[in-house]
């Protein structure tokens, strides 16, 4: 998994092994409905989603992590995917 200017994302391990970043905004293009994800840490560009890759974009996501797991995304909050996993690289 990679941003859009190619950095990795970091990997989390738990029972499960995923890549993930904390999120600082969501904001979808009007035009196209692409998603585009902003994260917190600064060193990391930005992301931009197919139209509806996150099906489960609420109004709070700032501090929230985006998950990829697969093919799959997610946004899971901060306090429970931190409660989880742990950051191995």
Do not use: C
């Not at 970043?21 to 197919?50: C, H, M, R, W």
């Not at 429970?80 to 950051?87: I, M, P, Q, T, V």
Request: proline fraction near 8%; glycine fraction near 8%.
């Amino acid at each position: 998994m990679q941003t859009d200017n190619g950095q990795p994302f970091p990997k989390y391990r738990s029972s499960a092994d995923v890549h993930a970043l904390k999120i600082q905004s969501i904001t979808v293009n009007p035009d196209n409905g692409q998603e585009i994800v902003t994260f917190a840490d600064g060193y990391y560009g930005p992301l931009t989603l197919p139209a509806g890759a996150l099906a489960d974009i609420s109004a709070d996501v700032e501090g929230s992590y985006l998950v990829a797991e697969g093919p799959d995304w997610a946004v899971i909050p901060g306090a429970r995917f931190e409660a989880h996993f742990k950051r191995v690289d």
